[in-house]
């Protein structure tokens, strides 16, 4: 089992820019959730996809979108880049009743 | 506006010494508290706690839940220096669940 996969490791964009992370979920999980940590601070919960529909979402402006596929990976997207948008992007799956297990996690770097 | 609050910001102790990391959580509708630990980029799975005084216990590593007062302790005996890691405490207060409140974390130092 590959556990939680996501795609890129590392990125770095212009301020502006738009950019897609991507995830893939553990074997078995049918939900993806996205948080996002800043540097020093604990993960924000920005939204949770559920059956290709967004279930669940936290204090996050609507540049921040996302989208789940049949076979449950799901794509995170940022526009219009600001330099405050810089942290570490953790994905993390889960089904009804169990923990969530995540991601190694994007490192997207805006200048 | 739901709140979780972890003390201290940061430990640094030596191998062997016990240590106990502290969570207290201000949030609507609690479902569970679990605790991660963070050493480099992906939070790894400790504990999930659904029902008050009952310990959980895995290994070196235990926690409880007290939901009168709103808290929750992580304890570590004979710590390593591989124990050396970032503490995450959550709460998750939705329905649909899995949707969490992380504190900031405690940063554990364990020197050899």
């Known amino acids: 089992d590959a556990g939680v996969t996501q795609s890129p490791t590392h990125l770095i964009k212009t301020r502006g820019q738009q950019v897609t992370l991507r995830c893939s979920p553990k074997s078995g999980h049918d939900t993806v959730s996205w948080y996002q940590q800043a540097l020093g601070q604990g993960p924000q919960f920005i939204f949770q996809?559920?059956?290709?529909?967004?279930?669940q979402r936290g204090n996050f402006p609507d540049r921040f979108s996302g989208h789940q596929f049949p076979n449950y990976s799901s794509e995170l997207n940022v526009n219009a880049l600001l330099l405050g948008d810089s942290a570490l992007y953790l994905c993390a799956s889960s089904r009804t009743g169990i923990e969530a297990f995540f991601g190694q996690g994007t490192r997207l770097t805006v200048v | 506006e739901d709140k979780v609050v972890q003390s201290p910001l940061s430990l640094v102790v030596h191998e062997g010494d016990t240590v106990t990391l502290n969570c207290s959580y201000e949030?609507?509708?609690?479902?569970?508290l679990l605790w991660y630990k963070q050493e480099k980029k992906a939070p790894t799975f400790l504990f999930m706690l659904t029902s008050s005084g009952i310990e959980k216990k895995s290994g070196r590593l235990s926690s409880i839940l007290d939901k009168k007062e709103l808290f929750s302790i992580l304890n570590i005996t004979a710590t390593q220096t591989g124990d050396s890691a970032i503490y995450l405490c959550a709460v998750d207060n939705s329905s649909a669940g899995n949707m969490l409140t992380f504190g900031g974390g405690t940063r554990l130092m364990v020197k050899p």
């Open positions: 996809y559920y059956e290709e529909e967004e279930r």
């Open positions: 949030v609507t509708n609690f479902r569970s």
